[in-house]
């Protein structure tokens, strides 16, 4: 019998086009049925200790709240993917084109993509370690839940045309404050992000990170295109980029 799972999938950025963050993060956690009541009180500590209601990474006051956050989570068991995409890079003509092929507007059309790449991947991690997994999504509270719950049924789980194992058991979304689990994958993502995005001073912030490093989905002993999946090759910033906007080197 497969091990059930549950697929926490959040985001970090703004996907406005010429408008919103350079980088956008989209990220599930994989964590097993077993695994969350621990998880939960790891997240109930954390927020006990920094007297927060709900963990939002972003608004965390300092580094130092963000660091014990990290550390904290580091004694659970998880797997987290990310899809990366640097909207200075994105082909306008060809969302244009797009466009006139779908009724979408083209910041719902990447996230679509970007969404499919997700869950190719999660459903390669969950086949070859014989799971299967319900699907929570960070609500918006609008009616893009709705869209997207049916997108990926209707385009991606059950449509034959793309490399998607379908090992899921269902898919729902609800919102961070009433369902902390998905707190842990804001966490991830945001780190993500922090680690591409350049912030107001200047600097990239990989330490949060390089810390959750080894929570990355690998295959083959490759993260590259599977933990850390970039939207397209393009879009993979070289080392340069890193190593200029460090503190440390």
């Known amino acids: 019998m497969s091990t059930k799972c549950t697929v926490y999938i959040d985001e970090a950025g703004d996907l406005g086009i010429n408008r919103g963050t350079q980088w956008f993060v989209l990220t599930a956690v994989i964590i097993n049925k077993e695994s969350e009541p621990y998880i939960r009180s790891i997240l109930k500590s954390i927020k006990r200790e920094l007297n927060l209601d709900n963990i939002h990474f972003r ?8 660091a014990y956050v990290i550390n904290k989570i580091c004694d659970c068991q998880f797997e ?15 969302l244009k084109a797009d466009r006139r092929t779908f ?7 990447l996230y679509n993509h970007a969404c499919r790449y997700l869950i190719e991947r999660v459903s390669w991690l969950l086949r070859d370690t014989d799971r299967t997994g319900e699907i929570v999504l960070s ?3 609008t009616s893009r839940d709705a ?6 049924n209707d385009k991606l789980l059950n449509y ?5 194992s379908n090992q899921f ?8 404050e009433s369902w902390d689990m998905l707190q842990l994958a804001d966490i991830c993502a945001t780190s993500m992000f922090y680690y591409h995005e350049i912030n107001t001073y ?19 002993g490759s993260i590259d295109k599977y933990g850390i999946k970039y939207y397209s090759d393009e879009m993979r910033p070289d080392n340069k980029y890193f190593t200029d906007h460090m503190v440390c080197k």
Do not use: W
């Not at 058991?169 to 961070?176: M, V």
């Not at 200047?202 to 083959?220: D, I, T, V």
């Open 202 to 220: 200047g600097f990239l912030l990989p330490c949060h990170a390089m810390k959750l490093r080894k929570y990355l989905y690998q295959r083959s």
């Open 80 to 94: 987290y993917i990310n899809i990366i995409l640097d909207t200075s890079k994105l082909d306008i003509n060809k």
């Open 160 to 164: 034959s045309e793309n490399q998607i």
């Open 59 to 66: 608004k965390l006051r300092n580094f130092e709240q963000r």
């Open 169 to 176: 058991s269902g898919i729902y979304s609800k919102t961070a």
């Open 103 to 109: 009724t979408e507007k083209p910041s719902v059309i």
């Open 139 to 141: 609500s918006r509270g």
């Open 147 to 152: 869209e997207l719950i049916d997108y990926i």
